[in-house]
């Protein structure tokens, strides 16, 4: 113990501390931290931000041990409705954290874990907050389950306004869930920060009495500092590091590069995730030749940061809680025409970048090119249908209007999809007519020209749709998610169409056993949450879940090959994509 004392001065808190190596580190971890010895005055003292953070290290550093009430034996709950063992599991540990992570796979029933924390928390005031497709899927839940209240939902967009207009007089829920917390994973982001607020006063208002609970369908996140901001909002400071960069540097060896504007920036050379990396460079022991240093060997910080995070986070996978069937994966591999392959060489070699190249790429496999057609006329923003403008040479007089040539008007386009022939029309008519007996179908595409037009195929073989993309929601039916699950009787085929992205998370798709990518995007993680969809509690497993690839151009393989990678598409070059029409 090193004797310290403690000043509060607004936003900062100020130790002063006889000199100890030790001691400075720890404050330099810290949030915020300062050294004011090149002050005007100078002063010799060191400063923290005066922040929930830094409270929780500070009491650990004294010996209060904060990490206490994390320690303690999990209650066990009897339940009325039917839960497996690790929904009891996870309901428990939410009761007795309180403040905590529950990371459990897409499909393990999380939402019904929830419902049961809610109405023994003694409490109604409660919000959920989800995606748009995630808020849809909870409403049906809580009508399944015959839940006791419904909880305050919105979407992570609609609490950031809340938080923005937040008065300092208004009182904070005594509970949230903060559903596919995965969305608030970037500080910087909006709706992290105002995820982080509402936790905050949740703490301030009801301390240990509120619930701040965050559920990830992402156990194993693609990066693993994707747990450094969803642990800070749970409880900040649980974790040591005061930012995520510190936290990354924990995890990995970043080291600076020179950038082409002359500075510098951090770059990740590797993740710390293996003994036999070196920990000055990273590389492994078998290769660790030609180096200006001696192997040294690392700690796996990787693995031990599922130690670290014990207590505050619950994981839970799928292949540990339910006894599913193994996800059957086919490929259709549907032979291009050779216009539409002289086609696409020609959009390899007038491609300017390699994801404009791939962009056109995909519209072209899915059998449609978007375009730009005139559409009327809009009000000349610049001189604001004035038809002139001050001249900046001289402000005294005008000249007419370069931005509408002097009409007040220009222009307007509106962006329209082209039909073009494409093997995957065929092919997805087949698989419709292959499900008429199940009645239930679900497709994800990439466009919402993609999305369009598999709309209108499945309408021509008498399907009724349920559409979700990033135009919203689009269905005759009052309640969608109901009608798709369970009213066979009155609606007996019916087709989910999505973008992945849009419809890909937090929605119970299990009617259907088939999941048909017509295309996909560059996102890995959509593609993982979407995938899930029908492979979760509630499926036939006699039917099984088969996820169904339609591969037309090249370009289809190559975009699906580097997503089961999760690498960026942005790392290919445009020698790499012209090679694969060779």
Not at 357 to 375: A, H, K, P, V, W
Request: glycine residues 8%; aromatic residues 8%; proline residues 5%.
């Amino acid at each position: 113990m090193v004797p310290a004392s403690l000043l509060y001065e607004d936003d900062r808190i100020f130790i002063k501390f006889p000199y100890n190596k030790s001691l400075i580190a720890e404050i330099k971890n810290m949030d915020r931290p300062r050294w004011h010895g090149f002050d005007t005055p100078p002063r010799k003292i060191w400063s923290i931000a005066n922040s929930p953070h830094n409270a929780f290290q500070l009491k650990y550093l004294q010996g209060l041990n904060p990490y206490a009430s994390y320690d303690i034996k999990i209650i066990e709950h009897m339940y009325d409705r039917p839960l497996y063992l690790h929904q009891q599991e996870m309901s428990d540990f939410v009761l007795t954290s309180r403040h905590c992570v529950v990371a459990g796979e897409m499909g393990v029933g999380k939402s019904l874990s929830a419902i049961e924390v809610m109405e023994r928390s003694g409490t109604t005031n409660w919000w959920w907050i989800a995606p748009r497709s995630g808020i849809r899927a909870v409403d049906l839940e809580l009508k399944i389950w015959k839940s006791k209240f419904h909880p305050q939902m919105m979407t992570y967009a609609g609490l950031t306004k809340e938080m923005r207009n937040w008065t300092d007089d208004r009182k904070a829920p005594q509970g949230v869930i903060f559903d596919e917390s995965s969305k608030i994973k970037n500080p910087t982001a909006q709706r992290s920060q105002a995820a982080m607020a509402l936790a905050n006063g949740i703490r301030s208002d009801w301390g240990h009495d509120g619930y701040i609970i965050l559920m990830s369908g992402s156990p194993a996140p693609r990066s693993p500092v994707d747990w450094f901001w969803q642990c800070e909002v749970a409880c900040p400071g649980f974790l040591k590091e005061g930012t995520q960069a510190k936290f990354k540097q924990r995890l990995g060896i970043v080291v600076d590069h020179e950038s082409i504007t002359g500075g510098v920036y951090p770059h990740l050379e590797t993740w710390l995730d293996d003994e036999r990396k070196c920990a000055i460079c990273g590389e492994l022991e078998v290769n660790h030749f030609d180096t200006d240093h001696d192997f040294e060997s690392s700690k796996n910080e990787v693995s031990y940061l599922y130690e670290r995070m014990k207590g505050l986070v619950l994981v839970k996978l799928k292949k540990d809680c339910l006894d599913l069937p193994d996800k059957q994966y086919k490929i259709i591999k549907l032979e291009p025409s050779q216009k539409i392959i002289n086609v696409a060489k020609s959009i390899v070699s007038t491609a300017s970048t390699v994801i404009s190249g791939i962009t056109l790429l995909r519209e072209l496999s899915d059998g449609f090119q978007y375009s730009e057609e005139e559409n009327g006329t809009v009000t000349c923003p610049v001189c604001h249908g004035k038809k002139i403008v001050s001249d900046p040479l001289d402000p005294d007089s005008t000249i007419k209007c370069d931005g509408c040539g002097g009409l007040g008007v220009k222009k307007k386009y509106k962006r329209v999809a082209n039909q073009v022939e494409t093997p995957k029309e065929d092919a997805l008519r087949d698989i419709l007519d292959a499900h008429v007996d199940i009645g239930r179908l679900v497709i994800f595409a990439g466009f919402t020209g993609s999305i369009d037009r598999c709309v209108s195929i499945c309408e021509d073989q008498q399907w009724e749709t349920i559409q979700v993309d990033g135009r919203g929601w689009n269905s005759t039916f009052k309640e969608p998610l109901e009608v798709f699950q369970k009213d066979f009787e009155n609606h007996p085929r019916v087709v989910f169409i999505g973008q992945p992205g849009a419809g890909g998370m937090g929605l119970t798709l299990t009617a259907s056993p088939t999941i048909v990518y017509y295309s996909n995007d560059f996102n890995a993680e959509s593609r993982i949450q979407s995938e899930d969809r029908i492979h979760r509690i509630g499926m036939d497993n006699n039917r099984g879940a088969t996820i169904i690839d339609l591969v037309h151009l090249a370009t289809d393989q190559l975009i699906l090959d580097n997503l089961k990678k999760k690498r960026k598409l942005q790392s290919l070059s445009l020698g790499e994509l012209q090679r694969v029409f060779e």
